[in-house]
């Protein structure tokens, strides 16, 4: 979001890995977590050894994550909004993607993901959320969305059972589509289920926030003044979307 908010909303990747490099190396550091994802050790074990910073992400057992889609949104939104062609924007996501978590099939459900977010930020009249959720499962994974939402007793006859609740795409992409089919109308309820779902609820969190919240178009403020960076948080989303005050 703060390289995109510097280029008035496009995004360029060269502007992006400098940012993401400084912040993570800065002394001291610029953040307080004490815990670093494997794409990160991967980058800049990478970097290190001297590869260009464009070509660092690691390939790994787990680089297949629901992690790698939790900076897509902010590229489609704020380049869709400005104009940008989906082809374009897809080609951007799936460029952005490959910095960290260089994968062929998660570039598949990636692609799926901005396409999803796209039909719902500009759908018709014509088209519900539960026919565009219905369609990306069934295309990216073969699933029939609808008929598991049914028959499924509890969260956990699908998050758990069905599918694993750890971080690879296999399970955490149609777990997050369940979710979010199955809550489309109650985001807070949605965000609840998934974190006492337990495994990766972080960035599942994240990709089915970002699904439900688009569809309901509010935001959760109980839920976000909570946070301890919340002034911060709010400063930059707003001057993403209009532009930083002269």
């Given at each position: ?13 060269g ?34 050894s ?20 939790v900076?897509?949104a ?13 082809d ?20 598949e ?5 901005v ?14 959320a539960?026919a ?15 008929a ?31 979710l979010?089919y ?26 089915l ?6 569809v ?17 948080i ?5 001057e ?7």
């Open positions: 979001m703060r390289s995109l908010r510097a280029t008035g909303g496009h995004y360029e990747k502007l992006f890995l400098d940012d993401y490099i400084s912040f993570m190396t800065a002394d001291p550091p610029l953040h307080p977590d004490t815990y670093a994802e494997s794409y990160h050790r991967g980058f800049f074990a990478n970097l290190e001297g590869k260009a910073k464009d070509r660092c992400g690691a390939v790994t057992h787990d680089t297949p994550s629901i992690g790698g889609l900076t897509i902010p590229i489609l939104f704020a380049e869709r909004l400005r104009g940008t062609s989906l374009e924007v897809q080609s951007l996501c799936r460029e952005h993607l490959f910095l960290t978590h260089p994968d062929e099939g998660l570039a459900v990636c692609a799926s993901y396409e999803l977010l796209d039909g719902l930020l500009f759908r018709t009249e014509e088209q519900t539960e565009l959720l219905a369609r990306a499962a069934k295309n990216s994974t073969g699933l029939n969305l609808p598991l939402v049914e028959k499924a007793r509890s969260d956990l006859d699908v998050v758990g059972s069905l599918f694993s609740p750890a971080c690879y795409i296999s399970g955490s992409w149609p777990s997050v589509l369940y979010a199955r809550y489309l109308e109650d985001p807070g309820q949605a965000l609840v289920a998934n974190t006492n779902l337990g495994g990766d609820n972080v960035h599942r969190g994240a990709v926030g970002t699904i439900v919240g688009l309901n178009g509010y935001t959760l403020d109980a839920f976000f003044a909570q946070l301890t960076d919340r002034d911060a709010e400063t930059e989303i707003t993403l979307l209009m532009g930083p005050e002269p």
